[in-house]
């Protein structure tokens, strides 16, 4: 499955982005989507992620500000980050996880200023 990821930018803290993440195929085919975040010097981390039926879960260092959702009908994912602080600055990617197999999407990068 290819992956492409949309939607990153400059933001004044406090304000909202939200990502975009459009899948070569089928969202429900995929065991879990998922957002993950990278900052300079630090490793990968997982931001949140949704199940081939619709779970949710999130970070504890995102909850209750971001929220991933989807649009089936376009195989799209979407990460809504809202009250956006400056340690969110990171590149955001999309995974899409089967298991065994992990395809990365390629990086958007967030840049939240303070």
């Known amino acids: 499955v290819q992956l492409q990821a949309s939607g990153g930018g400059l933001v004044q803290a406090g304000g909202s982005l939200r990502l975009s993440c459009a899948a070569s195929?089928?969202?429900?085919?995929?065991?879990?989507m998922a957002w993950y975040r990278q900052a300079p010097g630090k490793e990968r981390e997982l931001v949140a992620g949704?199940?081939?039926?619709?779970?949710?879960n999130y970070a504890d260092s995102v909850k209750g500000r971001f929220s991933i959702s989807r649009e089936i009908m376009k195989n799209e994912v979407y990460l809504q980050m809202n009250r956006l602080k400056p340690e969110d600055t990171a590149v955001y990617y999309c995974?899409?996880?089967?298991?065994?197999?992990?395809?990365w999407g390629q990086g958007t990068q967030v840049t939240v200023s303070s």
């Open positions: 995974k899409a996880d089967e298991g065994v197999f992990g395809f």
């Open positions: 949704i199940t081939s039926r619709g779970y949710a």
């Open positions: 195929r089928a969202i429900t085919s995929i065991n879990t």
